[in-house]
């Protein structure tokens, strides 16, 4: 249905969104908390795979440097402080569930939709790019310092904050 | 010289002004109210006079005034007053019968609280009906007929703490409404069809006179008149639309006389009178009015032998009355028609306020708990013997020359409407000797026989000079001497002297009292030999001829059963609608207030949901 | 090749959309949105290589991405566990004070 030689790249692609949604699936439906967290790190790795497949070897980097590893070890943290007790039943909301689940496949269908009646031209292939990291770095520090900077303090903001917030109370 | 003439338009305010100021006193000033309604009437009487004195000059010409009142385009719209002898004989008839009524009011309603009220009523009644008589064109003229017809329900249901007051003011109001649809409509077309949309008198009269009729054609004539007429019977209480007109008597007795026997039905009448050149014009239009007045005339005579209460039998007396007057119209004879308004509206008002006078005296309406009043009421008795005498055409009495003058010219005119009137003739006389007979003589039946005196001056007053203007009333006018016809109509009209129809009218006269002493007056009786013969006769006439009750069943049913369909309709569908979208708003409500659970996903999972809706509305019109 | 990812980018937004409308866990929602941010980050990269202008601008949006959703997590955890601190739960459902 995708119209697509079957080459390297779509196996890889079609390997790797195996383990995408299949974690993403898990994501949603375990039950424990920490299982969760795990196939959420699938995802992410798979997505850094989709990354590399796409020749975005340096974002594919920092996908596995930053989400693999910081933000799921943040999460498995922020689990581990907040889930150590409460083992009650979970209220069940089955409208609430089922409409969620509609407007998900409703918006996926429009999106899907969009995506398939869209004709896209075919892409010329990116020039001068020999060195992915190299490449990145110069536009950032040229064309795109300001946000850069703008974001580097936005990080630095964040982190003070978050651990403003997270510290126990002065009282 | 017209100086009076001119200033008629000032005779309907000086009522009007006594009116607001009776309305800005309020209820307090009882013998101030007496006063104010009484001056205002008697200032328009004498500048009615005045202006009849300046209208006997036979060279007295009409005299009409107009202002702008609204500009339409092209067209003018104009209120105006004008004067012409028909006119100014009404003002007087109007303004002497107001005046008198004041004047009898200021006794008969002593002993009401409201007296103020009823004064400020009459005085507003009375503009009215004198702008009806001088307006000059047929807009103003519908619009005081309106009034009248207000004052009318106004005064009718004045004592409206009564059941029976408040429905026969409601009664005379939407009966009468029924014939001013009609005249409306008769208005609208005789607006659509005038050369130049004209509606005042004088342009009716010129196109509608004869040789220049050919400006409209038959037909609408014709509709015109009929249209027009629907407005009298209505309003003069003709048959059909004559079933108001005995429950208007639930009204003050002053009233009855004032309203309801002298000046507004016989604004009917009038109207006849002043749109005459329309009818003349046709045949038709005055066969229908002559039969339909002859059959009234007839019809209600009949239903009077049968009531025992004094006012009703007045009243279908009235309706009788007016069925001569309106058939005298249609035989041709305005003269006849105009004449006998005249005569009657002194005659009938006299009776009414010695009826009234009775009933003062005893408290009750029912003629067979009075009886031998006689002795002890004698100003009320003569009166009243006067009054009958007058009505019952015997002469010399005022009555007896108008009615013959109808008579002589139905006889020239149409034999059969001659008998009928000849033979309502015997009933009125039959009946109002019964009347007397059972009220003034014979031994009292009265309850306390104590209280019966006789009334005081204020009421006595107004009688005695009705009576004396209904004996000598009737000379203007006499077989052998047409003054108010060729004062009226310039001389158009021929005198309708009879000799046969003079005799037959005294003797039928005679005979009816003769036969009403041997049936009432020799011995009281609960029920004549006759009537005790045919009980299935007599309560025809005493129901007066189920007229009422086939209005209830066939139209008051019908329109119930409508109203009823309607309000189903109303009720369930354009109700339920209502109530649909008030379940809708609460529902939607209900549901709003389960989504503002303060819950972060359900408020995201609602903007998901608008988010989708949205994409769905703009994608979704690519496909229609 | 392009439709597949975007396809792929949108399975992954939806399910991130699921998740972060039903799950009870804060922490959990707070994964979901990453899933969403991360199904944004791949049509990014996505349309930097099969876009109509191929460009490493998109890579350089992917980053910007990365670091405030790297941002967003740590403020998010931190709220979190105050949140924890002062209610003893960190089920979103119980959390209702927008209702007054």
Redesign the interface.
Known sequence: MFNIDFNGEFAAFSILSAVMIIGAVFMVSLQKVVHMVISMAAVFLGLAGMFVLLDAEFVAFVQVLIYAGAVSILMIFGIMMTNHQNKQADPVKPLHETLSAIAALCLFGMLFYAIRTTDFPDAQPLEGVQNNTFSIGELLYTGYVVPFELLSVLLTVAFIGAIAIAKKGED | MDSFTQTAWLIPLFPFAAFLLLTALGRGYRRAGVMIGSIGSLLALIMSLLVLFERLDPNAVDYSNSYKWIDLGDYTLKVGFEVTNLNALMLVIVTAVSFLVNVYSAGYMKKDERITVFYGYVALFTFAMLGLVLSDNMLVFYIFWELVGVCSFLLVGFWYARPAARAAAKKAFIVTRIGDAGLLLGIIVLFWYMPGHALDFSSIHNVFNEGQSGAITMTITTSIALLLFMGVIGKSGQFPLHVWLPDAMEGPTPISALIHAATMVAAGVFLLARTFDIFEASAAAMHTVAYFGGFTAIFAATVALAQNDIKRILAYSTISQLGYMVMAMGLGSMTGGMFHLFTHAFFKALLFLAAGSVIHAVHTQNIHEMGGLGSKMRITAWTFGIGALSLSGIPPFSGFWSKDAILGTALDEDPFLFAIGLAAAFCTVLYMSRLFFIVFTGKSRVRQPNEVRESGLAMAIPMVVLAVLSVVAGFVETPWNGWLGNWLTGGGEEVHANGFAIVASIAVGVLGIYVGWLMYGRAYREQSPAAARMPWLVQLLERQYYVNEFYNVVIVGTVRWIGKLLHAFDEHVIGGAVRLVGFTAVAGGRVMTRL??????????TA??G??VI??AI?GRRFW | MLPSYLTMAAILFCIGLYGALVKRNAVIVLLSIELMLNAVNLNLVAFSKYGVVPSLTGQVFALFTITVAAAEAAVGVAILIALFRARGTVHVDEFDEMRR
């Open positions: 503002n659970n303060g819950q972060t996903q359900t408020y995201g999972l998901v949901i988010l989708v994409i769905a994608v």
